[in-house]
């Protein structure tokens, strides 16, 4: 079970933290990947980061800004939100699957719940 939080209101420029709190044995040997939607579009992806935490990969349009993290004594993975654009208001979710690493939603069996990130003007 994946809990997010964190979300909240920010202006542009801004920075929020967002965590994911996991339940269950053998965390450190999961995937871990932070995708967000907006309505009517389909899940995005945002970052991911691999068990071990050796690598870790984003998308374009967040890279430079954001950075994922994993804390394997807490179960938690965390994503660092900075220099936000009014582009990355979203609900964000955080995803697990058992040494998975991938860009795309279907690839990862267990979900958080979503927490909402909204970026004004």
């Known amino acids: 079970q994946l809990q997010a939080s964190g979300g909240g209101l920010v202006q542009a420029g801004g920075s929020l933290r967002l965590s994911c709190a996991a339940s269950g044995r053998a965390f450190s040997s999961y995937g871990l990947g932070w995708f967000r939607q907006t309505p009517g579009k389909e899940r995005e992806f945002v970052a991911a980061i691999t068990w071990g935490g050796v690598n870790s990969y984003y998308a374009d349009s967040v890279k430079g800004r954001f950075t994922i993290s994993r804390d394997d004594a807490k179960n938690t993975v965390y994503l660092q939100m900075n220099n936000l654009k009014l582009e990355d208001t979203a609900v964000y979710y955080c995803?697990?699957?058992?040494?998975?690493?991938?860009?795309?939603?279907?690839?990862?069996?267990?979900w958080g719940q979503g927490t909402l990130v909204t970026v004004s003007s």
């Open positions: 995803a697990a699957d058992w040494r998975t690493i991938a860009r795309t939603a279907d690839a990862y069996a267990y």
